[in-house]
């Protein structure tokens, strides 16, 4: 299973540089506003917990896109086996300075040599929307082949239907990335198509600060 088998975005650098470029004001809001903490949304932690209970006992869980890695320490808090990945170096830096006991290592999801059937379960949370529409269902298909039979995949993501080009993000920090909304009927139909058997959906409306999303858990069928 060989990462050169998924095509690599062509604005991947323009993403890693945008969000090192906010790292430290992404931190600063989850800290101080509890916004992206899923302990502060009943909801979001629910869901994170039925798929830590889910993978219980299966084997390792990576965190991919795990930015600071707030979702990485709360799995591995609940006695989880997880390390996180991220694309930004400085979301790195962040994610080890707080969270010294865990394990976090530069990557792109598009760049992750996973071997097959080595992983109980992935996290995709919030970090997918990046990805270029054809480039999504490589990456959703590496991700179900690393899954052990019974492995989980957890996945939240902003739903619409547009590419909203950002230019400035957290804080009034220029950046420069796309946000590739999606449907979630046309986004399960992705996660099935790679393979997975899904588990549950969660719908989420708009809030004060955020636009409607979507959670969707599936499996690698036994
Ligand atoms: C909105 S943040 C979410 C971070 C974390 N999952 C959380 O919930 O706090 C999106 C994260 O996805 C990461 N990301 C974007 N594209 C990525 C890619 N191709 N591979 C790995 N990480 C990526 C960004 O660097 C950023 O840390």
């Not at 790195?92 to 760049?111: G, K």
């Not at 490589?138 to 080009?165: M, N, S, Y």
């Amino acid at each position: 299973m060989r990462a050169h088998r998924i095509d690599r975005p062509a604005d991947l650098d323009l993403v890693r540089e945008s969000y090192d470029r906010v790292a430290d004001n992404y931190v600063d809001m989850v800290l101080t506003t509890g916004i992206g903490d899923i302990r502060r949304h009943p909801w979001l932690k629910a869901s994170i917990d039925a798929f830590a209970d889910s993978v219980s006992g299966l084997g390792p869980v990576l965190d991919v896109g795990c930015g600071p890695g707030t979702v990485t320490a709360y799995l591995a808090e609940r006695g989880l086996d997880v390390s996180g990945v991220d694309l930004s170096p400085r979301m790195v830096e962040n994610a080890r300075r707080l969270h010294p006991e865990c394990r976090f290592d530069v990557a792109s999801a598009t760049d992750l040599d996973l071997g097959e059937a080595s992983l109980g379960g992935v996290l995709g949370w919030w970090s997918l929307f990046n990805l270029p529409r054809d480039v999504l269902p490589q990456v959703l298909a590496h991700f179900a082949r690393a899954l052990k039979p019974g492995g989980q995949f957890i996945t939240a993501t902003h739903v619409g239907d547009e590419d909203a080009v950002r230019t400035e993000a957290y804080g009034g920090v220029p950046v420069r990335w796309t946000t590739h909304k999606w449907r979630p009927e046309r986004f399960v139909e992705l996660i099935e198509g790679a393979g997975l058997r899904l588990v549950a959906e969660l719908r989420l409306p708009a809030e004060e600060f955020t636009g409607p999303g979507v959670v969707v858990m599936a499996e690698r069928p036994v």
